[in-house]
């Protein structure tokens, strides 16, 4: 057989799941050196490791994002985010698609947890790096819109690190549109700078970390307008959100 009759096998292999031919070809391949056959073991492996192995050892608590809400009087119905899957659940699953004579099935199946566990990583990250902000010895708080119906919240400064804007009330942009953020300076004659697009949740709520340094010194606050999705180079309307920097501004 070739890599290319392979391909759908390299994750059943990886898992102790492949039988033979198939099982004695992989091998084959392997021990002459195959480098196609190799990097897909590599993948396989990779891939197994995620799915099967100890998700407690990079997973915080699974209401990590609701706390961080819950700090500023953000309430939630649900975490729109699956806990990460257990490795055993993931085993089982395996060898029920296995062992039921569907291949492929469990291939497709396998990339779908793959693309699920890349996007758990990639929240999971961003909430890490929230929950740093939040709790930096340079970290300032202020608050916002506390006195309107209009969207409110508060935005968490760190000199070093950037700004973490969290916020409720601020409705979904319509198809074609997106929240734009901007640093506003102090100069009078200075214009806003852009700092990044972002959308809210189906609640409304939003929670988006502006990283990087940023100078209080020359920047009075963030704020927030809704633009077209590819956004802009200058505000076009009245800010939703302004947050200033420092307590000290308001």
Same mark, same amino acid.
Request: glycine fraction near 8%.
């Given at each position: ?45 990779? @891939?197994? +490791? *995620? $799915?099967?192995? =100890?998700?407690?050892?990079? #997973? &915080?608590?699974? !209401?990590?994002?609701?706390?961080? /809400? ?90 070093? @690190?950037? +700004? *973490? $804007?969290?916020? =409720?009330?601020?409705?979904? #942009? &319509?198809?074609? !549109?997106?929240?734009?953020?901007? /640093? ?67």
């Amino acid at each position: 057989m070739n890599c290319t009759e392979l391909r759908d096998h390299y994750e059943l292999y990886a898992l102790g799941l492949a039988e033979d031919p198939e099982r004695a070809e992989i091998r084959a391949h392997l021990d002459r050196g195959c480098e196609v056959c190799m990097a897909e073991m590599k993948r396989a492996r990779e @891939m197994a +490791a *995620l $799915l099967g192995g =100890s998700s407690a050892s990079v #997973a &915080p608590s699974p !209401k990590l994002r609701r706390r961080i /809400l819950a700090s500023v009087g953000v309430e939630q119905r649900a975490f729109g985010w699956t806990p990460f899957l257990a490795g055993s659940t993931i085993m089982c699953l395996a060898a029920a698609f296995y062992f039921g004579g569907r291949e492929w099935d469990f291939s497709r199946e396998v990339l779908k947890l793959r693309e699920e566990s890349r996007a758990q990583i990639i929240e999971l990250t961003r909430l890490n790096e929230a929950f740093a902000l939040m709790n930096g010895a340079d970290t300032t708080v202020t608050t916002f819109g506390e006195k309107t119906p209009k969207p409110k919240g508060r935005l968490f400064y760190n000199p070093s @690190m950037g +700004a *973490l $804007l969290i916020a =409720s009330n601020l409705p979904q #942009a &319509p198809t074609g !549109k997106a929240y734009e953020l901007w /640093l506003i300076p102090k100069a009078k004659s200075a214009s806003p700078v852009r700092a990044g697009m972002f959308q809210s949740q189906s609640d409304g709520t939003v929670m988006h970390m502006m990283h990087g340094p940023i100078d209080a010194n020359t920047t009075a606050a963030v704020a927030v307008t809704m633009e077209v999705d590819t956004g802009v180079d200058a505000p076009t309307g009245t800010p939703m959100i302004v947050a200033p920097l420092a307590p000290s501004l308001q």
